[in-house]
């Protein structure tokens, strides 16, 4: 089965700081995603990629910079933490665009 | 925007009973369809699909039905177990295209 793997497993941040997510994959997979998830809310793209150096907005970007190093390595980048981003963040990676997903184990962060 | 969305929010089965949950979709161009079951503290898991040229699939108590006139597909669990009760998302992506949207999910408890 395909593994993704995040780090860390959560996280408690201060408001203002700066906080950064990792994800590595093994599955050889072109395409990486960053999710949020919210009660309410299910999951919402924050930043794609579909090579390395190169990454994408997704639906809800604001407040998020994203970079993918590697093709195995995507990373989520808060520079100003913020209240409102106190949430479950899944890793995903899928060989194309728009085929089966593969989330990692995700990040419960806490910004306080 | 493009949306997916998902009924029921919460859905309370007795144990070996049916449980179905339906979801609508906006863009016609949405060909692949897949299920995702999020048991507490853990990542969304892949467990049916269906692609735009099928009707109906079939596995391991578990069947997908697609009308893609009606832009509408849904999941039915047969005799439904305690193991059952997750969290369910439904989504729809195109293929080649990097947007998956998801609904907001449909949690399921299977009373013993």
């Known amino acids: 089965e395909a593994a993704v793997t995040q780090s860390p497993r959560s996280k408690v941040a201060v408001t203002g700081g700066k906080v950064t997510l990792s994800c590595h994959q093994t599955n050889n997979h072109d395409y990486m995603y960053w999710y949020r998830q919210d009660t309410g809310h299910g999951l919402r793209l924050i930043h794609y990629?579909?090579?390395?150096?190169?990454?994408e907005k997704g639906d809800i970007p604001d407040g998020y910079k994203a970079s993918r190093p590697s093709q195995e390595n995507f990373s989520l980048i808060l520079e100003l933490a913020s209240l409102s981003q106190t949430a479950v963040y899944f890793c995903?990676?899928?060989?194309?665009?728009?085929?089966?997903?593969?989330f990692g184990a995700g990040t419960r962060l806490s910004v306080l | 925007g493009e949306q997916v969305e998902q009924l029921p929010s919460i859905l309370r089965v007795q144990e070996g009973s049916s449980a179905s949950i339906n979801c609508t979709y906006e863009?016609?161009?949405?060909?692949?369809f897949p299920w995702y079951k999020q048991e507490p503290g853990e990542n969304p898991k892949l467990i049916i699909d269906i692609r735009s040229n099928m009707e109906r699939k079939q596995t391991q108590g578990l069947i997908v039905l697609l009308d893609k006139k009606a832009k509408r597909f849904s999941l039915h669990i047969t005799d439904t177990q305690p193991g059952d009760s997750a969290m369910y998302f439904c989504a729809a992506s195109e293929t080649g295209n990097y947007k998956y949207v998801f609904g907001a999910g449909t949690r399921l408890k299977v009373i013993a």
């Open positions: 863009n016609s161009a949405s060909n692949y």
């Open positions: 995903a990676s899928s060989d194309w665009g728009g085929n089966t997903l593969y």
């Open positions: 990629s579909y090579v390395a150096d190169s990454t």
